[in-house]
């Protein structure tokens, strides 16, 4: 069983929805013992980091989410949630992250060509940096949908692929157990559900 | 490299898609539901629905058929029609929608799009814009084209951006249903004041209407129609292949 980890921020009816698709079974859910039980778990997430990181630490979901990713559990968060998993945003200020992946998440604004247009949205190729059980059933330059107006640097450690985006943004992070994706395998049609189908099945 | 988008409209009244169509493999032509996963499935990059219903009934429908389709089509939806309070927009993304398109409620209270942006993100706004000549001005209609506001277009959708609309429609009544390609001075001006995508709506014709928007202003988003698609006389399949090999960068898989 999938947690899908509900801490008030977005809309998870599609992303429940493509765990229906491929066969697994995901339950949206805030409660600590069901995430402990689960077998991986998603970190999803719309909106500003700050208030979302707010959010998971008053509900005291942080740390659980902190304690299963050291237990070796496979966690992968969605785009906020992937952001997230990073040590520090800035975002409308400095904000901490949950630190399990080594990095930090800045604005494509003042970073990337001023014609570029901000947020960054549509669909855009995928270039692999390095091996991954997530990327075992597509190929280099299948389109994925990305909506974002920040991104990670500073995670070479953990790049596992890139979004060409006047420079190369961050698109997959994988440490160990913990992934991320920038941006919405729930969105991006059948390659979407294929990297999810992976995520399922493990490594 | 970013891809540029090809949107398929569908309008919905009363729980069935208007205008009708034929397409192989489709049992039920104005069934909502089917002929998004047709489009899903043949290379649509985005859907759009708009909801042309009036009463509460088609309304209620409308959300149950929205709600099917997210839950089979992972492919990004865009909601309009009847959009005129953020309970509005509540309503439609419970449903699965991912952005929420505004028109004439947006020039009843231009508040509704910083509201709506500040709950849910610039991302989610879509200001749809239906404009035509005047006197040799760009004026703003309302009402699916029927009222003119007065309101000088480019200042309107630079406002609405300002605002926090996140991507802007741009549907020219002037090339709408004439099919002899879409409104490239229009869209050029538009282009030319925000810094957001802009999905150019309106006059697509065929393939070459396509090549021509995306040749002659490569920094236009995506294209979107609904009659073309609908009537089979091109498929979206077809179009891609033919503007790839014009050297424009589009999603194949």
């Not at chain 1, 929805?17 to 409660?31: N, P, Q, R």
């Not at chain 1, 280099?140 to 060409?164: K, M, P, Q, R, W």
């Not at chain 2, 998004?36 to 859907?47: T, V």
């Not at chain 2, 995506?222 to 979206?236: K, N, P, R």
Request: charged share 25%; proline share 2%; net charge negative.
């Amino acid at each position: 069983m999938i947690a899908i980890v509900d801490y008030g921020v977005g809309n998870l009816f599609s992303l429940k929805s493509s765990f229906k698709m491929i066969g697994e079974k995901a339950i949206v859910t805030s409660d600590k013992s069901v995430i402990e039980k689960a077998d991986k778990i998603i970190l999803p997430g719309v909106g500003a980091f700050g208030d979302a990181a707010e959010k998971l630490r008053q509900s005291g979901l942080d740390k659980v989410i902190i304690s299963e990713a050291e237990k070796g559990k496979d966690i992968m968060g969605i785009c906020l949630g992937m952001q997230l998993l990073f040590e520090k945003s800035y975002e409308y200020g400095e904000h901490n992250g949950l630190g399990l992946i080594k990095g930090e998440i800045v604005p494509m604004e003042g970073r990337l060509d001023k014609d570029l247009k901000i947020p960054h949205i549509g669909w855009n190729g995928l270039h692999f940096k390095k091996d991954s059980h997530l990327l075992k059933y597509i190929n280099e330059n299948d389109c994925v949908y990305f909506v974002h107006s920040y991104f990670g640097i500073h995670c070479e450690d953990s790049l596992v692929a890139t979004a060409e985006y006047g420079e190369e943004v961050t698109a997959i992070v994988q440490k160990d157990n913990i992934m991320g994706c920038q941006f919405h395998p729930e969105k991006s049609g059948n390659i979407g559900l294929l990297i999810l189908k992976a995520f399922c099945e493990g490594k | 490299m970013i891809t540029k988008r090809i949107i398929p409209c569908l309008d919905v009244r009363d729980g069935r898609v208007v205008k009708g169509m034929n397409f192989e493999g489709i049992r039920d032509v104005s069934s909502p539901i089917e002929l998004a996963d047709y489009y899903s499935k043949n290379g649509a990059d985005e859907l759009v629905f708009y909801d042309i219903t009036a009463s509460f009934e088609g309304r209620k429908l409308f959300s149950d058929i929205l709600t099917e389709v997210a839950s089979k089509i992972f492919i990004p939806l865009t909601v309009g029609g009847g959009i005129n309070t953020v309970d509005d927009f509540d309503r439609v993304l419970k449903c699965g929608a991912d952005k929420v398109s505004v028109n004439s409620g947006a020039i009843k209270n231009p508040n509704l799009i910083s509201e709506a942006a500040k709950r849910y993100g610039n991302q989610c706004v879509v200001i749809s814009a239906d404009v035509k000549r005047v006197d040799g001005v760009f004026r703003v209609f309302a009402k699916g084209g029927r009222e003119n506001t007065g309101m000088e277009a480019l200042s309107w959708i630079k406002h609405c951006v300002e605002l926090g609309a996140g991507e802007v429609v741009l549907n020219s009544i002037d090339t709408d249903g004439v099919k002899k390609g879409f409104d490239i001075e229009m869209l050029s001006k538009v282009l030319s004041i925000v810094n957001v995508p802009v999905i150019a709506s309106g006059g697509a014709g065929g393939i070459k209407d396509y090549i021509d928007l995306f040749k002659k202003l490569p920094t236009v988003d995506a294209g979107l129609a609904a009659s073309i698609f609908h009537y089979g006389e091109v498929t979206i399949k077809d179009l891609k292949q033919e503007l790839y090999k014009n050297g424009i960068n589009v999603r194949l898989s």
